[in-house]
């Protein structure tokens, strides 16, 4: 502790700070002028603290725009270090073994516990794959934002950030896969969004099952071609 910086204290405290003041994603922090005022430390040293929990994915910092609470939520962009793993094909099979252990159950929580502001997000990322996909074009990213908007609909703030590192192995087995699936995709997820938003909780629990389960056999007869 008695090596710990000037800087590494008002991180501490500025974090402290964020959660009081109840701070979300994408919101602005006060100026460097006011945080100086704030924590009661210089300007040079809020500057640190700024870049020591941006480094950290709490928060962003926009050139002439400001700092802003990050959408990572401080989590790491490689955690679990699958960048590293070089066996691809093991990885996907892995991470879609991961995924139908606990996606279905998100699924179900979503159902109950979603607001209606929840529920028109997901529907809007619905939306945006479907069009994506109508124009077959490549929809990975927005596949991930939908179950991550999932997750988030769940209201289970663990699965809120464990899902984002889950969910790259819709990356990785969109990488691994012949071609994508199309019209399955957008069964699958038009199927899970109703289910969630009508309240359905079994529903959204099996509609999510079988949209792994098949995803998983597609990834299986592409390993036998």
């Known amino acids: 502790m008695e090596n710990r910086t000037l800087g590494d204290r008002a991180a501490d405290e500025l974090m402290r700070l964020i959660r009081e003041r109840g701070y979300r994603a994408g919101e602005k922090l006060p100026n460097e002028y006011e945080l100086s005022a704030q924590l009661g430390v210089s300007r040079n040293t809020v500057r640190e603290a700024l870049r020591a929990l941006a480094s950290r994915n709490i928060l962003y910092i926009r050139q002439g725009a400001g700092t802003f609470i990050s959408e990572k939520k401080g989590v790491a962009d490689d955690p679990l270090g699958f960048s590293l793993m070089e066996d691809r094909q093991k990885l996907a099979e892995d991470l879609l073994q991961i995924r139908y252990i606990v996606e279905p159950q998100i699924a179900a929580l979503a159902a109950q516990n979603a607001t209606p502001e929840d529920i028109a997000i997901l529907g809007d990322l619905c939306d ?37 590192v889950i969910c790259e192995g819709i990356t990785v087995f969109a990488a691994m896969v012949v071609e994508q699936e199309f019209d399955q995709t957008v069964k699958s997820h038009r199927e899970i969004f109703e289910s969630v938003r009508d309240g359905r909780a079994a529903d959204a629990q099996q509609a999510m099952l079988f949209h792994l389960l098949y995803n998983r056999n597609r990834f299986i007869e592409g390993k036998d071609l």
């Open 128 to 164: 945006e794959v479907e069009a994506l996909i109508h124009k077959r074009q490549d929809f990975t990213q927005k596949d991930v934002d939908f179950h991550t908007q999932l997750a988030a609909c769940s209201k289970n703030m663990v699965m809120s950030n464990l899902i984002p």
